[in-house]
C-alpha cells in the first residue's frame, strides 16, 4: 500500500471498524479491481497476508520452489491464479484446495518435478483451465502428473495446456479422468507416438494440438487412437514425418480426415531429402508409390537371388560332384585331344591311325 491508501484504508477502518485490508508488502493490491500482484520481487514463498477481497492473485517472475496447503489461506474468492515464471518444483497434495473459487490456474514455466497426488484438488472442482506449459521439470515427471490428473476430481476442466515439455509418450489414459476436457495443447514436446488409450474417456475434446512433436509417421494403433475422438480438431504440422514405404496407411487416413484437421497443408514430408516439404497428400499419390515399387522390385530381386544361393547351397554335394564329373570330363577330352594332337603331328602315326581308321 502506498501511505495515500493507507491514510484512506485508516479512516475507512476507523468509520466502519472491520478489519483493514491491508497489503503484503512487495506487492500491488487494488482492491477496485481485487487483484494483487506481487511480480518479480525474488520471493521465495507466497506472501502471507493477501486481503480477502482478492480475486485475481498474481505471483509471477518470483524465486519460489515449493507450495503447499499453507500458501494460500483465507483466499476463498480467487478465481484467477497465476504462478508462472517462478521455480516451483514441487507442489503438495491439497495445495489449491481450500481456493474454492479457483476457476483459472496457471504454473507455466516452472520446473514440476514432484506433484504429488492430489496436487490439482480443489474442494469445489471449480477448476475449468490448467496451465502447465513449459512446467515440467523433465519428461519423468509424467508419472506424477498422471497420477495426479487422475487422483485430483479434475471433471470440470476444459482446457489443459501441456505444451513445451519434453514429454516422449503420454501414459494409457493419462486424461480419463477429464470428462469435460475441450483443448488440449501437447505443442512442442518430443512425442514418438501416439498409443492405445492415450485420450480414453475424453468424450467432449473439442481439439488436440500435437504439432512441433517427434511423430515420424502414425502407425495403425495410432490411427485409431485419433479415430476414438472422431469430432476432435487436429493440429499435427511441424512434424519430422517420413515418406518412406509404410507410410501410406497414415497418408490414407490423412486424405480420409482432411476435414479435421486444421493444418492438413502443413504436413510434409522431412525424409527423404528428396520428398522433403512434399505435402503427405502428394507424397501418398506420387512418388511415394513409385519408390515403393522400386523398393518392391528389389527386395523381389533379392529374394530371388537368395532362393537361388540357397538351392545351391542344399545342392552342394551334388555340385560337387558333377564339378568333378566335370573335371574328369574336361581332362579325357583334353587328354584325347592332347592324344590326337600328337597323333597328328607325327605323319607316322597319322598314317597308323588313317589305317586303322580305315
Ligand atoms: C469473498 O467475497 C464475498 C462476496 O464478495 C464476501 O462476502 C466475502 O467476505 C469474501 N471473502 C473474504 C475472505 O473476504
Ligand atoms: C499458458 O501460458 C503460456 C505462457 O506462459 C501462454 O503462452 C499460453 O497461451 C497459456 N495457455 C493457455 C491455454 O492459455
Ligand atoms: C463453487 O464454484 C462456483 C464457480 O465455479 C461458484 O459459483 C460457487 O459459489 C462455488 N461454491 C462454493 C461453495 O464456494
Ligand atoms: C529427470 O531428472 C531427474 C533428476 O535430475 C533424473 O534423475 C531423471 O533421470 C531425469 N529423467 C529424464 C527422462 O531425463
Ligand atoms: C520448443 O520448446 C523449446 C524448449 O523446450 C524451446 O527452446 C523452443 O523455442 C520451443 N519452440 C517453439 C517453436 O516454441
Ligand atoms: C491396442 O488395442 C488393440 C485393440 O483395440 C489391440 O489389438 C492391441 O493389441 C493393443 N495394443 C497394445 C500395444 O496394447
Ligand atoms: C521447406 O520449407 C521451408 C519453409 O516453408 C523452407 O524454409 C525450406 O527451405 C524448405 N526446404 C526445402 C528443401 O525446400
Ligand atoms: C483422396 O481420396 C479420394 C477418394 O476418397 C481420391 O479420389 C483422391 O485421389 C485421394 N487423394 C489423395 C491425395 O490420395
Same mark, same amino acid.
Given at each position: 500500500?502506498?501511505?495515500?491508501d493507507?491514510?484512506?484504508c485508516?479512516?475507512l477502518c476507523a468509520?466502519?471498524?472491520?478489519?483493514?485490508a491491508a497489503?503484503?508488502?512487495?506487492?500491488?493490491?487494488?482492491?477496485?479491481?481485487?487483484t494483487v500482484k506481487?511480480?518479480?520481487?525474488?520471493?521465495?514463498?507466497?506472501?502471507?497476508?493477501?486481503?480477502g477481497?482478492?480475486?485475481?492473485?498474481?505471483?509471477t517472475g518470483?524465486q519460489i520452489s515449493?507450495?503447499?496447503?499453507?500458501s494460500?489461506?483465507?483466499l476463498e474468492?480467487?478465481?484467477?491464479l497465476?504462478?508462472?515464471?517462478?521455480r516451483?518444483?514441487?507442489v503438495?497434495?491439497?495445495t489449491?484446495?481450500?481456493?474454492?473459487?479457483?476457476r483459472?490456474?496457471d504454473?507455466?514455466?516452472?520446473q514440476?518435478a514432484?506433484i504429488h497426488p492430489?496436487?490439482?484438488?480443489i474442494?469445489n472442482?471449480?477448476?475449468?483451465?490448467?496451465n502447465?506449459?513449459?512446467?515440467?521439470?523433465?519428461?519423468?515427471?509424467?508419472t506424477? +502428473?498422471a497420477?495426479?490428473l487422475?487422483? !485430483?476430481s $479434475?471433471?470440470? %476442466?476444459?482446457v =489443459?495446456d /501441456?505444451s513445451?515439455?519434453? @514429454?516422449? +509418450?503420454l501414459p494409457a489414459?493419462?486424461? !480419463?479422468? $477429464?470428462?469435460? %476436457?475441450?483443448? =488440449?495443447q /501437447?505443442?512442442?514436446n518430443s @512425442?514418438?507416438?501416439?498409443?492405445n488409450?492415450?485420450?480414453?474417456? $475424453?468424450?467432449?475434446l473439442?481439439?488436440?494440438?500435437l504439432s512441433?512433436?517427434a @511423430?515420424?509417421?502414425?502407425p495403425?494403433e495410432?490411427l485409431?487412437e485419433l479415430?476414438?475422438?472422431?469430432?476432435?480438431?487436429?493440429v499435427?504440422?511441424?512434424?519430422?514425418f517420413?515418406?518412406?514405404?509404410?507410410i501410406e496407411?497414415f497418408t490414407?487416413w490423412v486424405n480420409?480426415?482432411?476435414?479435421?484437421?486444421r493444418d492438413?497443408d502443413g504436413?510434409v514430408?522431412?525424409?527423404?531429402?528428396?520428398?522433403?516439404?512434399t505435402?503427405l497428400l502428394?507424397a501418398g499419390?506420387g512418388?511415394?508409390a513409385?519408390?515403393t515399387s522400386y523398393?518392391?522390385?528389389?527386395?523381389v530381386?533379392g529374394f530371388?537371388?537368395l532362393?537361388?544361393?540357397?538351392?545351391?547351397y542344399?545342392?552342394?554335394?551334388?555340385?560337387?560332384?558333377r564339378i568333378y564329373?566335370?573335371r574328369?570330363?574336361?581332362?579325357?577330352?583334353?587328354?584325347?585331344?592332347?592324344?590326337?594332337?600328337e597323333?597328328?603331328?607325327?605323319p607316322?602315326?597319322?598314317q597308323?591311325?588313317t589305317?586303322?581308321d580305315?
Amino acid at each position: 500500500c502506498n501511505m495515500l491508501d493507507f491514510a484512506r484504508c485508516l479512516v475507512l477502518c476507523a468509520l466502519v471498524g472491520s478489519v483493514c485490508a491491508a497489503c503484503p508488502s512487495r506487492c500491488e493490491c487494488s482492491e477496485a479491481a481485487q487483484t494483487v500482484k506481487c511480480v518479480s520481487k525474488e520471493l521465495r514463498s507466497i506472501p502471507t497476508g493477501i486481503p480477502g477481497y482478492t480475486r485475481n492473485l498474481f505471483v509471477t517472475g518470483n524465486q519460489i520452489s515449493r507450495i503447499g496447503p499453507e500458501s494460500f489461506i483465507g483466499l476463498e474468492n480467487v478465481t484467477t491464479l497465476s504462478l508462472s515464471n517462478n521455480r516451483i518444483s514441487e507442489v503438495e497434495s491439497q495445495t489449491f484446495s481450500r481456493l474454492r473459487s479457483l476457476r483459472f490456474l496457471d504454473l507455466s514455466n516452472n520446473q514440476l518435478a514432484v506433484i504429488h497426488p492430489e496436487a490439482f484438488t480443489i474442494q469445489n472442482q471449480s477448476l475449468r483451465e490448467l496451465n502447465l506449459s513449459r512446467a515440467l521439470y523433465n519428461h519423468s515427471s509424467v508419472t506424477d +502428473l498422471a497420477t495426479s490428473l487422475r487422483w !485430483s476430481s $479434475l471433471s470440470a %476442466l476444459q482446457v =489443459l495446456d /501441456l505444451s513445451h515439455n519434453s @514429454l516422449i +509418450l503420454l501414459p494409457a489414459r493419462i486424461f !480419463s479422468h $477429464l470428462t469435460n %476436457l475441450r483443448r =488440449l495443447q /501437447l505443442s512442442n514436446n518430443s @512425442l514418438v507416438a501416439i498409443h492405445n488409450a492415450t485420450f480414453q474417456g $475424453l468424450e467432449k475434446l473439442e481439439e488436440v494440438d500435437l504439432s512441433l512433436n517427434a @511423430l515420424k509417421t502414425v502407425p495403425e494403433e495410432g490411427l485409431r487412437e485419433l479415430d476414438s475422438i472422431p469430432t476432435t480438431t487436429l493440429v499435427l504440422g511441424d512434424n519430422p514425418f517420413m515418406c518412406k514405404c509404410g507410410i501410406e496407411p497414415f497418408t490414407l487416413w490423412v486424405n480420409r480426415s482432411q476435414e479435421r484437421i486444421r493444418d492438413v497443408d502443413g504436413l510434409v514430408c522431412a525424409f527423404p531429402v528428396s520428398l522433403r516439404n512434399t505435402s503427405l497428400l502428394e507424397a501418398g499419390k506420387g512418388d511415394l508409390a513409385l519408390q515403393t515399387s522400386y523398393v518392391f522390385l528389389g527386395i523381389v530381386l533379392g529374394f530371388v537371388g537368395l532362393t537361388f544361393l540357397f538351392v545351391l547351397y542344399l545342392n552342394r554335394k551334388g555340385i560337387k560332384k558333377r564339378i568333378y564329373d566335370l573335371r574328369d570330363a574336361c581332362r579325357e577330352v583334353w587328354e584325347g585331344y592332347h592324344y590326337r594332337f600328337e597323333i597328328d603331328s607325327d605323319p607316322r602315326l597319322s598314317q597308323v591311325s588313317t589305317a586303322a581308321d580305315a
